[in-house]
């Protein structure tokens, strides 16, 4: 009996010039979890994305059961049991989980409730989901809002699960459970694939990790015969070092003293409520919290970016030991102070850089104070493009080439080099990381870790919470808007984290 539930022969696609899968052959087989492992660019998603019907191929062969099918759209992906819960999820906000389960599977006439909700019951229990099918999807967590979208693809008789990227936004907590559910689901005999760059969640969850490097398949591995070592090996094409360097703090001084700084969004939601923290020279404060708990508005009120409500403060004092209130101030006001706010936002080409200038024009923009006339110097801005472009290995034919035709990791690069060369009093980055392969990850980890050590103040909103306990010094924790609480990086456990992410009480000091 043949044992593969899917099996992909020298299948490509190309969008342009670009071959984003390149004559890839690959197995899925009964009754496994398979990782599909490669850095970002690699062709992981576009691969399943063609398996679920989204993308189809310019060439190659699928086989599902042992049989040759034609995938023209999701729906005869799902005819044929395959179903793919995206990094994203489509789900209507306003409609109940039952609703959203329902939705789309092609009934004629009113649906029977009473059936649907106990199928959905049915199926929760069979697998170990927690679920309520009367609820709104608007007032639902994000690891509820998966949990929907998985149960919405086996109602409609996924034998096959592609899951992308699942455990992004989701604790420490929420991740075991989510692996507990796919652990029934393989003594089920479903056929699991999960997308994803976490090394340690590959060694925990799956039985066999497949890689991609640059659109091509790499090989297969059972995961009990490999390690995290190997893997990168696998997916880089050479062996690199994932040893995080963390030195002792010295000479620390206080830096930031922020109090009771909140924010209100632009929806009039109260984004930030009551923050208080002092962040230290020489030191490398973490900010961790589920997506959109209030980091981005932290490091925007701070950077004069957003308005802070009546009654905040943010105190900073300079190597000089000058007190400065940056409170009320704009942008430019900062750093007319001689404050150097370095600031990596979220959304790199939005209010980082200029996506029709070109690398060079990007660097000009943060240097030109430093000439009488920016328009006469240009020397320095490129000179540090070659610095960074060279440092970091940004991907380009050229440094004339606009931003926007850089893929999203080189932009990225561009971003963090530039504004570390600045040399930051206070260095603030969100998602530095986001989007970059490993080695430039780790190339990004030990500049910050460099920065500290000269005496920069620097504050890291990160998403991976291993690289924090191995990175930071300290780890403020922000669930909702408010501190729920201060960690020692050395010390600190992800499970510590992870209910400090959620609001419920640790008991541990700073």
């Known amino acids: 009996m043949d044992k593969s539930a899917v099996r992909l022969e020298n299948v490509s696609k190309s969008f342009g010039p670009v071959t984003a899968v390149n004559r890839v052959s690959l197995e899925l087989r009964r009754g496994e979890i398979l ?28 086989f599902v059961d042992g049989q040759p099918v034609t995938i023209r759209s999701p729906r ?10 995206h990094q994203h999820f489509k789900l209507v906000d306003v409609f109940t989980a039952a609703e959203n389960i329902v939705l789309g599977t092609g009934g004629s006439g009113r649906y029977d409730a009473k059936r649907l909700r106990q199928d959905i019951l049915d199926i929760s229990q069979k697998y170990g989901f927690e679920i309520d099918p009367d609820r709104k999807i608007y007032d639902m967590s994000v690891s509820e809002r998966q949990t929907v979208e998985i149960v919405k693809v086996l109602y409609r008789g996924a034998k ?83 040893n995080i360097d963390r030195p002792e703090p010295t000479q620390r001084t206080e830096r930031l003293r922020v109090s009771s700084l909140s924010v209100l969004g ?35 009120a701070i950077a004069g970016l957003d308005p802070a409500q009546p009654g905040a403060s943010v105190l900073f004092t300079s190597r000089e030991g000058e007190a400065h209130e940056l409170v009320g ?16 936002p979220e959304d790199r080409l939005g209010m980082g850089l200029v996506g029709d200038m070109d690398i060079t024009d990007n660097m000009l923009l943060r240097s030109y104070k430093r000439g009488k006339s920016f328009i006469t110097d240009r020397r320095r801005p490129k000179k540090l493009a070659e610095e960074v472009v060279d440092e970091l290995e940004v991907a380009t034919p050229r440094l004339s080439l606009p931003v926007r035709r850089l893929s999203g990791g080189n932009v990225q690069k561009v971003l963090v080099g530039r504004e570390i060369a600045m040399q930051p009093t206070v260095l603030m980055t969100a998602y530095a990381v986001r989007g970059l392969d490993i080695n430039t990850s780790y190339t990004i980890y030990n500049l910050l870790t460099e920065q500290k050590m000269k005496g920069v103040c620097v504050i890291y909103v990160g998403e991976d919470l291993d690289v924090l306990l191995e990175l930071c010094d300290r ?36």
């Not at 096959?160 to 075991?176: F, G, K, R, S």
């Not at 390690?227 to 070092?241: A, Y």
């Open 35 to 62: 990782s599909l492992l490669g850095e970002n660019g690699s062709g992981k998603t576009t691969l399943m994305n063609m398996l679920a019907g989204l993308y189809f191929p310019d060439e190659g062969e699928i």
């Open 76 to 85: 005869d992906a799902l005819s044929l049991g395959i179903g793919m819960v």
């Open 160 to 242: 096959i699960l592609i899951l992308d990227e699942p455990t992004a936004v989701l604790t420490p907590q929420e991740t075991d459970k989510l692996f507990a559910v796919l652990r029934s689901m393989r003594e089920d005999g479903k056929s699991v694939v999960i997308i994803t760059h976490k090394l340690n969640e590959v060694m925990a969850v799956s039985d066999r990790v497949a890689v991609l490097r640059r659109g091509k398949y790499i090989g297969d591995v059972a995961t009990r015969e490999t390690d995290p070592k190997k893997l990168t090996e696998m997916m880089v094409g050479r062996s690199i070092s994932l």
């Open 266 to 300: 632009e929806d009039g939601v109260m984004k930030l409520k009551d923050v208080s923290f002092e962040a230290y020279s020489g030191e490398l404060l973490g900010i961790a919290g589920i997506s959109g708990s209030g980091q981005k508005e932290l490091l925007e």
């Open 329 to 344: 101030k704009s942008p430019l006001e900062i750093a007319a102070l001689g404050v150097a706010l370095s600031f990596v």
């Open 475 to 510: 780890i403020m924790v922000i669930c909702d808007g408010q501190v729920s609480g201060v960690l020692d990086g050395r010390t600190a456990t992800k499970e510590q984290l992870g209910l400090l992410m959620t609001h419920m009480e640790v008991s541990a000091g700073e």
